[in-house]
């Protein structure tokens, strides 16, 4: 059984909307556009045991983006070598497996000292929780940019407890 610490660092005073990445399409991808928007940071891989949870975020992506929310699929080759193909080939496969239109961005590493600055971030801001252990990790993001909760890869995007925090986060 693992533990993971929730260590906040209150003293952080960095939010997500500092951060970009590079999309899946080479484009650079501000995160201050999801300014007062609740966000699921998801990475992903294609080949994964979770791979399947692609259609849950999907139907989270559908059901809430009018509500101010929005998914952020990150993918990564960290684990098991799960994720070896290249952006086009993660777009495509993204795209004709589950008619995935949410944000997905260049594949990046998420973990350890080489990890995206979004992924820096959020260990030191939330702690070891924040920090993937397997593909399909969550970390919810509330209106103003800082890391409100983490879910495991075992979680599905559509759990009650999941659905919930997004609805609560929503509705603040």
């Not at 080479?26 to 692609?54: M, R």
């Not at 929310?69 to 086009?88: H, L, R, T, Y």
């Amino acid at each position: 059984m693992f533990f993971f610490s929730k260590n906040i660092n209150a003293n952080d005073k960095r939010t997500l909307h500092e951060f970009s990445f590079t999309d899946v399409d080479g484009k650079k991808y501000l995160l201050s556009q999801h300014k007062d928007k609740v966000v699921l940071l998801v990475n992903v891989a294609s080949q994964c045991g979770f791979t399947k949870q692609y259609a849950d975020l999907q139907t989270l992506w559908d059901k809430y983006k009018s509500k101010n929310f929005v998914v952020i699929g990150v993918p990564s080759n960290d684990f098991g070598n799960q994720e070896p193909g290249s952006n086009a080939e993660i777009k495509n496969f993204c795209e004709t497996n589950f008619n995935i239109n949410f944000p997905i961005m260049e594949k990046v590493s998420v973990k350890g000292k080489n990890a995206h600055p979004v992924y820096l971030w959020a260990k030191e801001s939330y702690g070891s929780a924040a920090e993937p252990k397997w593909n399909f990790h969550k970390i919810l993001i509330d209106k103003k940019g800082k890391i409100n909760d983490t879910f495991i890869s075992t979680t599905n995007p559509q759990s009650e407890k999941v659905v919930k925090k997004i609805e609560e986060l929503i509705s603040n």
